[in-house]
């Protein structure tokens, strides 16, 4: 089978092809991650991505997804629902959700505290919580708002206690602005797809990577799906096209000829 030619699939690391100059963009499945780009510019080819390499995984019980898609849904909903362990549509069902997992963060911390420095797929599942729009839970408009504190809140516990637990957050969102993402400094790890100018793009991906040649303002807005990827801990920056996930991927995701 051609399949079997492919290079295997790792649970730490979703590939998303190849950068500009031809070597593969790695990023690694285990750490928080802050997708930015404004409405267009294809997040959902990363967050896509992101589930199509996890899918696997997510299949066979090493990772648990839950999903939180406060626009109604309409992306997360697309997903192979079988995948998904708990989701939120509206912010209401968000608290309920990190409440959830906040306390399972809690657990794992008083079982493995003095056992395992760090909790891997190994000993219990990654829990992968994917969070569309996710400025629309941290700043909530009106009457929200004190439902977003408080998501914001057990949002903010669950990124500093959850990484040791075997956690992984990735976020997506159209703002770049620490008013809407006041938990930017908690993810080490930051793609950037199109964006408004330099200074959106160094609050997106840190001034590293943008001293080292990121610039997602210049990415045309006729190629959605051309991303910046960088580390901030080491300061590398890439740039690479996501592939289309379409919605039958999405349905089928994690169905056997996946698996
Ligand atoms: N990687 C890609 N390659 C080609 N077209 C894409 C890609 N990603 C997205 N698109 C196109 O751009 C549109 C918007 O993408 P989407 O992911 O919904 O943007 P966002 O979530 O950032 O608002 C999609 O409906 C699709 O037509
Ligand atoms: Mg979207």
Redo the contacts with the bound molecule.
């Keep these: 089978m051609w399949r079997n030619r492919r290079r295997p699939a790792d649970i730490n690391v979703i590939g998303y092809g190849r950068d500009r100059s031809g070597r593969p963009v790695a990023v690694a499945a285990s750490r928080h991650t802050l997708v930015t780009?404004?409405?267009?510019?294809?997040?959902?080819?990363?967050?896509?991505g992101w589930l199509k390499a996890q899918a696997p995984f997510i299949a066979k019980g090493l990772v648990q997804l839950d999903y939180i898609d406060l626009k109604g849904g309409m992306?997360a909903g697309m997903v192979n629902p079988k995948l998904i362990h708990h989701h939120a549509w509206s912010l209401s069902e968000a608290a309920d959700l990190l409440h959830k997992l906040d306390n399972e963060v809690a657990r794992r911390q008083d079982k493995y505290r003095g056992v395992v420095r760090m909790v891997t797929p190994d000993v219990e599942p990654r829990l992968l919580l994917m969070i569309?729009e996710a400025a629309e839970l941290t700043i909530g408009i009106g009457k929200a708002k004190s439902e977003a504190a408080e998501a914001t809140a057990l949002l903010d516990s669950i990124l500093r206690r959850g990484r040791s637990c075997g956690v992984v957050v990735v976020a997506?969102t159209?703002d770049p602005r620490v008013q809407a993402m006041p938990l930017r400094p908690r993810f080490p790890q930051r793609l950037a797809?199109r964006l408004n100018s330099e200074v959106e793009a160094r609050m997106a991906l840190g001034d590293a990577a943008v001293d080292n040649g990121a610039t997602p303002w210049l990415i045309p807005a006729d190629?959605?799906?051309?991303c910046w990827y960088a580390d901030l801990d080491t300061g590398a920056a890439q740039c690479f096209?996501?592939?289309?996930?379409d919605d039958d991927t999405l349905r089928m995701l994690g169905a056997a000829a996946d698996a």
């Design positions: 780009g404004l409405t267009g510019s294809g997040k959902g080819s990363i967050a896509g992306e569309d997506l159209q797809l190629e959605p799906g051309t096209r996501a592939p289309y996930v």
